[in-house]
């Protein structure tokens, strides 16, 4: 019996050690193992983290001007999350909003969700409207905002707060649950449209951009605003900041109690340009003489581009922090198309191409012999026309200079279609250069492959047109600009090149790109005397009695150039200008390409612009003090540009030459291989600004804002009488 009750006790006593041995376990599980669990579960402090987008980076031009900046920036912005919160706590339940949908069979639906825009009118707008802080925004973003989020990304309902918005707001510590004033940096392009097409826009941040692993850091992840055009974007990786994360404590209410901790983001990384900010401006002030082309200056010796241009143009600072709906309209549906760089888009050369043509001739006997103007040639039943009558027989250097078409035609076949491709190749001709810009497209310089691809068969009509720069032969200013500068320097074919160096604000360079030879034409069988000739009949075309470009001689260097006129398929737009130039003869600095869109000749619309460049350039290598300027909005314009002048002087002493345009180009070339200018639409969409809505109109509502009160503030002012 004793044994019975004692195994009784044991097995009692057994289970009641089990008992609470498991209800230790469980206290130590939930005060230990699982403490932060349960604890953020318990009304109390709390503490989120929020990311802190660094500044950006500036970029400034080869000698260490600041080109691009950016300066602080206060938004104000919403925790919609919060707000319901604590509008739940004082109120039974929440106002509904109802809206209509069609689902994936076309079928009408209503959808009912909580009246977001309703419970900020009634929880945050009376005090912004006490502290004149309202302002006009889209009621229907804001649901849109709540509705894919679902609150957990802040919305920004102002972005354009000022300092004096921002005092007031911390003076009066509104401290309502989800309002809050961010500091950000707001991009600032210092010379507004100067080299907007090289330096391209910015968009805001994009939560959707972003890899999830990299939101689980934060308890509000504030993105960074990017590039999506030109040196924005290419560079974009450099230029943005380093973030930072702010630790902040919440009360059971949800009102910021105070700042835990703070890791201070960083500035990201400066870009220094090969672009010359002044030449780039001398370029740009030339250029608006036209109201559509093109400009390019290149270092011979290096391969930098010291300016590149495009009129008509814009302003980036129209895009920061969003663009108006009205504006991007108004560049995008401009006939002239302000957006789109000509500088780096492909048109047919006109003779700037017997440039390549006369060095290809190298590879052969061809630059040797003489050839037969005839007034032109005949091929198959056609007769292609010099623009003269007959300049006789004339060899390549005197042919450059009164640009032959009937010698070209001839010297073109005689040298083949293969060492032109061979030539071409090597000067980058029909490929992309590398540069780091957005938007640039190859060229086209045709082949018997390549017509073969188009259905039709290679003719020596087809050499001629190549030889002449015409038909399907396409190049960009940028291009030409780097043929020229091949040429000057005795033939080394450098990589062109915009970013000079990458370097953090301590001083250390993060990445620096050196100049690069891609080829040598003197170790590819072209020698350096017969450079020489080439280089020679540039020199004519601009110094000697009956060349194309007599408009051109400078006062200040010995320049030397080549003309074109090309004609296109666009019975509105006849012809385009351009102009190759280098100077000085001996030790050239300056390479230009001048393109002038519905420009009548190249000597009389292109060459002034050129001319001007390179004195301007030349000038302030001699000492001249010049300052930056901000530039406004070049305004396109689609008038055909008979001729240029700078100092008002007489056009008749020179002159003019219509090269080329006796070719009717339409006879040769098919129909469906004629290039019509078609500026490109793949436009990198811009952040734009959502329009105010009837339900957001509510600036209307400020109240004068009232002082804070300061007790015995009136002892003080009595005292002061």
Known sequence: MVTQFRIRLYMLALFVIAGFSLLVYRLYQIQVIEHETY??????????????????????????????????????????????????????????????????????????????????????????????????????????????????VPFTYRRDLSFREFARFAENNIGIPGVTVTQTGRRRYLYDSLACHILGYMNLADIDQVREEKKLDFNYYVGDDYGVMGIEKTMDQYLQGKPGKLVIEKNEKG??????????????????????????????????KVGRGAAVVVDPQTGDILSIASVPSFNPNVFIPEVNIDDWKRYTEDPTSPMFSRAINPYSPGSTCKIPIALAGCLSESWKYRFSCGGGAQYSNKFMKCWSSGHGSVDVSTAIKVS???????????????????????????????????????????????????????????????????????????????????VANGGKVYQPRIIKKVVEKNGEIVSEEPPKIKADLTKEGITAAQLEIVKRGMWRVVNEGGGTAGRAKSEYTVLSGKTGT?????????????????????????????????????????S?????????????????????????????????????????????????????????????????????????????RPTIKKSTDSRGQVSRMNSKPKPKFRPFQWLKRKKNR
């Not at 890791?263 to 250029?287: C, F, N």
């Not at 030790?587 to 292109?606: H, I, L, Q, R």
């Not at 314009?637 to 009717?664: G, Y």
Request: net charge negative; aromatic share 8%; proline share 5%.
């Open 39 to 152: 604890a953020a579960k318990v009304p109390g402090s709390k503490f989120e983290s929020v990311r802190i987008p660094g500044i950006r980076g500036e970029i400034k031009d080869r000698n260490g001007l600041t080109i691009v900046d950016s300066t602080p920036n206060y938004e104000l912005q919403f925790d919609l999350r919060e707000i319901l919160d604590a509008y739940k706590k004082v109120h039974q339940g929440v106002p509904d909003y109802t809206w209509e949908r069609f689902d994936s069979r076309g079928l009408r639906q209503e959808k009912t969700e909580t009246d977001i825009v309703k419970v900020v009118e009634e929880t945050v707008f009376p005090v912004l409207q006490e502290l004149g802080m309202l302002a006009d925004y889209s009621a229907n973003s804001m649901r849109v905002h709540f509705r894919s989020t679902a609150g957990v």
């Open 255 to 288: 009102k910021i109690v105070g700042e835990v901790s703070r890791s201070s983001a960083k500035p990201g990384s400066d870009v220094y340009l090969t672009i010359d900010a002044r030449i780039q401006a001398i370029t740009e002030r030339a250029l608006r």
């Open 404 to 486: 032959c078409n009937g010698f070209f035609y001839r010297y073109a076949n005689d040298t083949g279609i293969r060492n032109i491709q061979t030539v071409t190749g090597l000067l980058g001709l029909g490929k992309k250069t590398g540069i780091k810009i957005t938007g640039e497209n190859p060229g086209n310089i045709p082949s018997p492959e390549w017509l073969r691809m188009q259905g039709l068969l290679w003719s020596d009509a087809f050499t001629a047109l190549v030889a002449i720069g015409q038909g399907a032969t396409e190049a960009t200013p940028l291009q030409m600009a780097s043929v020229t500068a091949t």
């Open 566 to 606: 090309a004609q296109t398929a666009n019975p509105l737009q006849p012809t385009n200008a351009w102009f190759i130039a280098f100077a000085p003869y001996d030790d050239p600095k300056y390479a230009v390409c001048v393109f002038v869109e519905n420009g009548n000749s190249g000597g009389g619309a292109a």
């Open 608 to 684: 002034p612009i050129a001319k001007r460049i390179i004195d301007g350039a030349t000038t302030l290598g001699q000492g001249r003090e010049m300052e930056v300027t901000a530039l406004p909005e070049a305004i396109g314009r689609t008038d055909r540009v008979m001729s240029v002048s700078f100092d008002n002087s007489d056009l008749d002493a020179f002159a003019m030459v219509d090269e080329d345009r006796s070719v009717d180009v339409a006879a040769f070339v098919p129909e469906t291989l004629q290039r019509t200018y078609r500026p490109t639409s793949n436009l990198a």
